[in-house]
């Protein structure tokens, strides 16, 4: 068919839905130590934990001999 011409219909995409987004926020004291507890230095190098930083769970400031927010630094 000489000089037909194709009419179609254009279609509009598919809306996107929005993405989702989720905030997780964790708050952790240093004082706190989340649910480890190491009752020593000792505890804590046995079980391979040592140093902790503060923030991390087990971190408890008797265990920070010089309070520069990293318990447990030297395992004997």
Same mark, same amino acid.
Not at 10 to 31: D, I, K, N, Q, V
């Given at each position: 068919?000489?000089?037909?011409?194709?009419?179609?219909i254009?279609? %509009?995409?598919? +809306?996107? !839905? *929005? @993405?989702?987004?989720?905030?997780t926020?964790?708050?952790?004291s #240093?004082?706190?130590?989340?649910?480890?507890?190491?009752?020593?230095?000792?505890? %804590?190098?046995? +079980?391979? !934990? *040592? @140093?902790?930083?503060?923030?991390?769970?087990?971190y408890?400031? #008797?265990?920070?001999?010089?309070?520069?927010?990293?318990?447990?630094e030297?395992?004997?």
């Amino acid at each position: 068919m000489a000089g037909a011409i194709a009419v179609g219909i254009a279609l %509009a995409p598919p +809306a996107l !839905a *929005a @993405p989702s987004t989720t905030t997780t926020t964790t708050t952790t004291s #240093p004082t706190a130590g989340g649910s480890v507890y190491y009752p020593n230095c000792k505890a %804590a190098c046995a +079980a391979g !934990a *040592a @140093p902790i930083y503060a923030g991390q769970p087990g971190y408890r400031a #008797p265990l920070d001999r010089d309070g520069d927010g990293i318990a447990c630094e030297v395992c004997h």
